[in-house]
């Protein structure tokens, strides 16, 4: 148990609906960092904060997609008009040295 | 472009003898590398870390090799057990001596399995 949660495990939507996923790390961790996994390949690099501050987002993070951390403790990652390629699990990080401890994801479905 | 690589989609070993997972890397600018290990429907674990300054580090039964003029990484596995068969990720960072790593990069992964 890495102490970093994400909420909700799984999620199933229909194309074009918006959803937002949560995470929360341990209150140690200073970085956090969003990723994305689709099948057969490893996790991508979404977006990163620092305390509240975001301080790096990927060409992956379409418009559609926006990330917050209020108050530098827990994050929300939301998807605007969700698209079938939208379908992955959504991982979070959390780090204050320099390996990244990861929540156990969201599993995000598109139909 | 991949910047850390993993060419062996998958690799299976016997109970006790020893698993090699490779990783390649282009990037020079890479500065400290980790492994992580994920099971199905988690997240991945973190296992084991190198600095680029090594070229070993050991722990336990895992031992990572740094062979930075071939810019090749390997995660030695010894003596391997069922419940190592998961899916392990090579991960690189770059910045880290200079005070502004970032995020993680990694490679595709490597399915590995251990036979009873």
């Known amino acids: 148990d890495t102490g970093v949660s994400q909420n909700p495990r799984h999620k199933i939507t229909k194309r074009g609906q918006n959803v937002t996923f949560r995470c929360d790390p341990i209150?140690?961790?200073?970085?956090l960092y969003w990723y994305r996994q689709t099948l057969g390949q490893g996790p991508e690099f979404l977006t990163y904060?620092?305390?509240?501050?975001?301080?790096?987002k990927s060409r992956l993070l379409s418009d559609r997609f926006s990330a917050e951390r209020p108050k530098g403790s827990f994050s929300t990652l939301e998807i605007q008009r969700t698209e079938q390629g939208d379908s992955a699990m959504y991982l979070c990080?959390?780090?204050?040295?320099?390996?990244?401890?990861f929540g156990q994801g969201t599993r995000l479905t598109v139909v | 472009d991949q910047q850390v690589k993993q060419n062996s989609p998958s690799l299976s070993v016997q109970e006790g003898r020893i698993s090699i997972l490779n990783c390649d890397y282009t990037?020079?600018?890479?500065?400290?590398f980790l492994w992580y290990k994920k099971y199905p429907a988690e997240g991945p674990t973190f296992l084991i870390s190198?600095?680029?300054?090594?070229d070993k580090n050991e722990d336990g039964r895992f031992t990572v090799f740094l062979n930075k003029s071939a810019k090749h990484l390997s995660l030695h596995i010894v003596p391997s057990q069922p419940g190592d068969s998961a899916v392990y990720f090579c991960?690189?960072?770059?910045?880290?001596?200079?005070?502004?790593?970032?995020?993680?990069?990694f490679g595709s992964g490597t399915q590995l399995t251990v036979l009873p």
């Open positions: 990080a959390g780090t204050s040295l320099l390996e990244a401890f």
């Open positions: 209150s140690e961790h200073n970085r």
């Open positions: 990037n020079s600018m890479f500065d400290y």
């Open positions: 991960a690189a960072l770059s910045g880290v001596s200079s005070g502004s790593a970032r995020q993680l990069t």
């Open positions: 904060f620092q305390n509240e501050a975001q301080l790096e």
């Open positions: 190198i600095s680029s300054i090594k």
